[in-house]
């Protein structure tokens, strides 16, 4: 089992910046991807970056693109996300998630460990 708990969430404006963490514990960190999800009020949850275990692979949706950035310690056992440039429609809980190695996807099927989310609201 894999124990993961975010924080880092709150209210700002937008044009402000975040940065969300989630930290591990459980099993070895560096043998899982690790991704966040978020999640909108009356709307799926989406996919939003990810990582390779080895920190040398990431990838984003295109909402949260060049604005985004997904990093990971894993000498911490915690993956981090840098939001600037922020904008009301990046309102969400943020979800972290992990998966066991192989090629990093965007598909929450993957996912087999979920944190239990922290809000972001951003105010325009």
């Known amino acids: 089992q894999v124990q993961l708990v975010e924080s880092g969430g709150g209210l700002v404006q937008a044009g402000g910046s975040l940065r969300l963490s989630c930290a591990a514990s459980?099993?070895?960190?560096?043998?899982?991807?690790m991704a966040w999800f978020r999640q909108a009020p009356g709307k799926e949850r989406e996919f939003a970056a990810a990582?390779?275990?080895?920190?040398?692979?990431?990838i984003y949706a295109d909402s949260v693109k060049g604005r985004f950035t997904i990093s990971r310690d894993n000498a911490k056992s915690t993956v981090y996300l840098q939001m600037n440039s922020l904008k009301p429609e990046d309102t969400a809980v943020y979800y972290c998630?992990?998966?066991?190695?192989?090629?990093?996807?965007?598909?929450?099927?993957?996912?087999?460990?979920w944190g239990q989310g922290t809000q972001v609201t951003v105010s325009s």
């Open positions: 459980g099993r070895t960190f560096s043998n899982y991807n």
């Open positions: 990582i390779a275990w080895t920190g040398r692979t990431t």
């Open positions: 998630a992990a998966a066991s190695r192989g090629a990093v996807t965007k598909q929450a099927q993957d996912y087999s460990y």
